[in-house]
């Protein structure tokens, strides 16, 4: 069983299963436990807080619409993550935003040390590579989730994952 952030996977399939057979209050469960990880995810991709906002409601109008499509077989929050960036990246291709990054997601961790990476990250990384690492370090994936979420194979996901972590070795020590 993985935890994400404090977010169990069992607890998200079970609300995503009740949600599937009529259960309304099960998605506002699902709202409530996943909004702010929706938010760090959507707002580590699109970079702008008003964007990232957008995108919640868009990722949630889409569970709400798509839940019917959602099965057993695949992990529910991976299903969720998929559908985050999938909106995003949409976001980003229909606008195609160019934007400072915003410090804002740093706010999303309480441990000194993860700000002190993720500021670093956001300035020093290119958006592939702050994906993957805020993926696993943060959220806490596993590499082949990863690879799911990002439609990608898993040898790439490794590789760009290990080349980002050295990269950010060499920065004056960082990590």
Not at 44 to 64: P, W
Not at 125 to 140: A, P
Not at 145 to 153: C, G, H
């Amino acid at each position: 069983m993985v935890k994400h952030n404090k977010v169990d996977e069992n607890t998200v399939e079970k609300l995503l299963l009740r949600f599937k057979n009529n259960d309304i209050d099960s998605f506002h469960e699902l709202y409530l436990l996943l909004n702010p990880l929706v938010y760090a995810y959507s707002l580590s991709i699109l970079k702008h807080r008003e964007d990232a906002l957008d995108n919640i409601q868009d990722v949630f109008i889409t569970i709400y619409e798509k839940i019917d499509t959602y099965e057993e077989k695949y992990k529910a929050l991976n299903w969720i993550f998929t559908i985050t960036r999938n909106m995003a990246m949409s976001k980003l291709r229909k606008k195609k935003i160019t934007v400072d990054i915003d410090n804002e997601i740093i706010s999303t961790t309480d441990k000194s040390e993860e700000k002190i990476l993720l500021k670093n990250l956001m300035t020093k990384l290119t958006e592939e590579e702050q994906n993957i690492i805020l993926l696993h370090l943060l959220w806490g994936f596993k590499y082949k989730e990863i690879a799911e979420i990002l439609n990608s194979n898993l040898s790439t996901i490794l590789s760009k994952y290990h080349r980002s972590i050295k990269k950010l070795k060499e920065m004056e020590g960082v990590i």
